[in-house]
């Protein structure tokens, strides 16, 4: 199999990395808005399991995808542990309407958006 | 005589990735390095870049890599363009996936980006002596 040995961290030019670590406020920005709508749609008079919902929580799953690897590319593993999980919650519920209002997602995306932001200024 | 790999084209939605990329390919590797951030990207511009070799991330917003590339081998119009995924699902099962729908190899992320462009020679020059 291609390159399946994880490069050191090391390797990886810290400016690289600090860059990262700046952007991480845009990506908490991205989850947060993607969650907030998708709370939107579960307020409004469109039932669950709409295509809008399904969207979102696509969305969700496509942003903490992107994270995963990245974080774990410039060696932010816990950062990248957390958005493996929530990836894994996402695909789930994505197949799943009756998961999108009850799953443990949204907490958990709350709580990654909380972990980028702390990252992103410290 | 084997063409040498000079011409890369990256599709890659990740911002901090395609400019590890390029740090990578371009100003280590010394290749002709060329950026898309999406699928309808890299359909209208690559072809004009002619690459010979294409990384394709997998997950994009909008067209995935898995439906961009058969479109990206029609646009490209050159048998020996060599389009590889780049992905952060790595796995065994993951790569006879891909390979089964048409990339030509699959690279995982994380990757190193020290040695991507040596991998990617050596990839080159296994895949076009047959």
């Known amino acids: 199999m291609a390159n399946t040995s994880n490069p050191p961290p090391d390797a990886i030019p810290e400016a690289f990395k600090a860059r990262f670590r700046a952007r991480l406020a845009d990506r908490a920005n991205a989850f947060e808005t993607a969650l907030t709508a998708l709370l939107q749609t579960q307020t409004s008079d469109k039932p669950q ?74 | 005589m084997t063409e040498a790999l000079t011409r890369i084209f990256c599709v890659e939605d990740d911002p901090d990735i395609r400019e590890l990329l390029d740090m990578s390919l371009k100003d280590l590797g010394g290749f002709e390095v060329e950026m898309a951030a999406d699928a309808e990207q890299a359909l209208r511009r690559a072809p004009a870049f002619k690459p010979q070799i294409v990384l394709l991330d997998v997950m994009l917003p909008n067209m995935s890599g898995p439906e961009a590339l058969p479109l990206l081998r029609k646009a490209l119009e050159d ?52």
């Open chain 1, 49 to 122: 399991g709409t295509a809008d919902a399904a969207e979102l929580v696509f969305e969700l799953q496509r942003l903490a995808h992107s994270l995963k690897g990245a974080a774990r590319q410039f060696g932010f593993d816990a950062l990248a542990d957390e958005a493996q999980a929530l990836e894994t919650l996402t695909r789930e519920a994505g197949t799943q309407p009756s998961l999108r209002n009850t799953g443990g997602f949204m907490p958990a995306t709350q709580a990654l958006i909380e972990h980028c932001r702390t990252l992103s200024v410290s």
């Open chain 2, 79 to 130: 048998p020996a363009a060599r389009i590889i995924f780049l992905t952060a699902k790595a796995s065994r099962s993951a790569r006879d996936e891909f390979l089964s729908i048409g990339a030509d190899e699959v690279f995982f992320k994380p990757f190193d980006a020290m040695g991507l462009g040596d991998q990617l020679l050596e990839f080159w020059a296994r895949s076009t002596n047959g």
